[in-house]
């Protein structure tokens, strides 16, 4: 076998880590050719040599390649291509103790740190404010067409929302320990990297609060013989009542409708509804003679839906 492909994974603080498992990789007799999101390195058989691969991050160095490459070359690294914004080198060490680097201090590789920072979250943050959490919003606030769709899509939406702010919590403790284990002696590191996590703890406490009272039921049900009475500050569930009718009794609904999904079924159970509508098609109010005997169900289903449904019974 002349070539394969490695999987591997590794968050933007990780860099050492990478150029570590491509330099093991090239000792073994695989040196790298590509790689492919979102993370399938490849290879190709050579003999094993004692190679140093280095990444570096300068998007301001890019705009200038051919010079910034250059610069590279001069002093002996091979430039191999570009991948999610970082650039590949490799070279062949010396007989030193101390492996090729292309930092020449601690100062150096934080700068460069930072400029991945500086480059990779706004993205990431502009995604997660622009589009996971107004979707995450619209979907749970009864907007997108309702049913089983709309609760799947609501569940997607906080589950990426969440996975987003777990994934900048992972990223912020490993950029914590890379710049502590560069500049142990600075001061207000840790209190700085506290702040971000108690910013995040709290958001993901704020969806989370947002999830729950959004989807909660809060609403009040009158039921007599000649009266069934949904009053909603909040419906999410589905509440219904039986009646037996016979033929010429009236059904009379009236609804005073102020936000959210409301769906009315009427009918006998496991048979095709009398009357079916839903809130999105706007329910008239409306009176239904019934045209045979039998025990017939009102039922209410919301998806935050807001206001007053009364039906009114009149048996012959």
């Known amino acids: 076998m002349e070539q394969k492909t490695v999987f591997r994974y590794f968050t933007i603080p990780q860099y050492q880590q990478e150029e570590a498992f491509l330099i093991s990789m090239h000792r073994n007799g695989w040196k790298l050719t590509g790689i492919t999101f979102p993370g399938f390195y490849h290879f190709d058989k050579c003999e094993p040599q004692k190679v140093a691969y280095r990444l570096d991050y300068n998007q301001e160095g890019m705009k200038n390649k051919a010079e910034y490459v250059q610069i590279f070359s001069d002093c002996g690294w091979e430039y191999l291509f570009d991948f999610v914004g970082y650039s590949y080198f490799r070279k062949k060490d010396g007989d030193g103790q101390e492996p090729e680097e292309i930092f020449c201090d601690d100062s150096s590789r934080l700068d460069m740190m930072k400029r991945v920072l500086k480059g990779r979250m706004p993205p990431l943050i502009a995604l997660f404010l622009c589009v996971l959490l107004p ?182």
């Open 135 to 316: 979707q995450l919003a619209a979907n749970v606030l009864g907007y997108g067409g309702g049913g089983l769709i709309q609760d799947i899509c609501s569940i997607t939406f906080l589950v990426l929302a969440l996975s987003y702010l777990a994934l900048f919590g992972i990223l912020a403790y490993q950029f914590y320990q890379y710049e502590k284990k560069l500049s142990p002696e600075k001061t207000g590191v840790a209190y700085k990297y506290w702040g971000i996590s108690l910013l995040l703890l709290f958001l993901a406490l704020c969806i989370g609060i947002f999830f729950y009272f959004s989807k909660r039921s809060v609403y009040s049900v009158y039921e007599r013989t000649d009266n069934f009475t949904v009053e909603a500050g909040q419906l999410n569930k589905s509440v219904s009542a039986t009646y037996r009718l016979r033929k010429g009794d009236t059904i009379t609904a009236h609804h005073d409708y102020s936000g959210g999904e409301l769906s009315i079924r009427i009918g006998e159970e496991g048979q095709k509804p009398i009357f079916l509508g839903n809130s999105y098609h706007k329910i008239e109010d409306f009176t239904i003679k019934i045209q045979k005997d039998g025990h017939y169900k009102i039922e209410c289903s919301g998806r935050g839906a807001k206001g007053t449904i009364r039906f009114a019974i009149q048996q012959q």
